[in-house]
């Protein structure tokens, strides 16, 4: 079983919320980064708890409603701020960009199972170790991105996952799965509907 290492405060977090009741894990980019490894710039939680229930938890630290609608409150800690967000499902896309709702969920498995890239859809937990339900260790090992579920619909589903794509693809030095590069060249022209604003940024 791979061994990853949160911080400290990290591991308080997850201890905190789990003694409550809520199942609590280490989710997306900061576990891809730490298997590869590299230093995770942050490391986001994924909860069971609502967001008014997680702000609950820790009630002597500031908490930042920073996307309560999609389940997500940032807590400032002594060691900086830490999201933390409700395991949920996404509903139906608007504008190639973004779900019109979202629905909170128990099921960390779903939760993974709406993220882009099966790198990205990984889950750790300092005692029940990683979850991977798509294979997203086996294509951190093989240098590969590949796309959660159909590309087609995924691309469709969000156009800012066709750069996301070039942008990991070239800052993590990963081959572009046949699937994936196929469906995000044929959805090219979904792009004109992001702000130019996000395309600098993940450009930049």
């Not at 499902?89 to 993220?115: C, M, Q, W």
């Not at 087609?152 to 990963?174: N, P, T």
């Amino acid at each position: 079983m791979p061994k990853i290492s949160p911080p400290g405060h990290i591991l308080e977090i997850i201890s905190r919320l789990e003694s409550r009741g809520f199942e609590t894990w280490c989710a997306g980019g900061c576990v891809r980064d730490a298997l590869l490894p590299r230093e995770p710039s942050d490391w986001d939680i994924a909860t069971a708890a609502l967001p008014q229930e997680t702000a609950a938890c820790f009630p002597g630290l500031r908490v930042l409603e920073t996307g309560a609608a999609h389940g997500t409150v940032t807590l400032i800690t002594p060691k900086g701020p830490v999201e933390v967000t409700t395991l949920r499902v996404d509903g139906e896309y608007t504008g190639h960009r973004r779900p019109i709702g979202v629905s909170f969920s128990r099921n960390i498995k779903e939760d993974l199972a709406r993220r882009d890239f099966t790198v990205n859809a990984l889950a750790y937990h300092p005692e029940r170790g990683l979850l991977d339900p798509f294979g997203g260790q086996e294509d951190l090992h093989r240098g590969l991105l590949r796309c959660v579920g159909d590309p087609m619909r995924r691309f469709d589903e969000d156009a800012l996952r066709i750069l996301r794509a070039a942008r990991f693809s070239a800052a993590l030095g990963f081959e572009i799965e046949k699937g994936t590069l196929s469906a995000a060249l044929d959805s090219l022209g979904l792009i004109k509907s992001l702000s130019g604003e996000r395309v600098r940024q993940e450009l930049t």
